[in-house]
Nanobody
Framework: QLQLVESGGDWVQPGGSLRLSCAAS????????IAWFRQAPGKEREGISC???????DYADSVKGRYKISRDNRGNTMYLQMNSLKPEDTGLYYC???????????????????WGQGTQVTVSP
């Protein structure tokens, strides 16, 4: 079992930045696609960013140009850098992983086997 623990969530004013971290119980490089999902109150969970084993990334239209996903060299920690935050970015942010060593691409659909518990991001004045 792969365990994921998110951190870095906080309250921030509109226009501010946050960096979320996702610590994995073992290296994910070469084996796991990683994604970040967001769930706002009263809404379904949505995929906002992912990075494949091959290093390819994808972003939801709502965060393109503002968010950046990355993975450290050892693959033990993944990050989501969030800039120019808006109130609609508020939500519980989850890190997820899927064993897929042969796939060049990742998906923003919730087809992931391992999930963290989430970290809360609140964007308000």
């Amino acid at each position: 079992q792969l365990q994921l623990v998110e951190s870095g969530g906080d309250w921030v004013q509109p226009g501010g930045s946050l960096r979320l971290s996702c610590a994995a119980s073992r290296s994910t490089s070469g084996y796991y696609n990683i994604a970040w999902f967001r769930q706002a109150p009263g809404k379904e969970r949505e995929g906002i960013s992912c990075i494949s084993v091959a290093g390819r990334t994808d972003y939801a239209d709502s965060v393109k140009g503002r968010y950046k996903i990355s993975r450290d060299n050892r693959g033990n920690t993944m990050y989501l850098q969030m800039n120019s935050l808006k109130p609609e970015d508020t939500g519980l942010y989850y890190c997820a992983a899927n064993w897929n060593p042969r796939s060049p691409d990742c998906t923003l659909l919730p087809h992931y086997n391992f999930w963290g518990q989430g970290t809360q991001v609140t964007v308000s004045p």
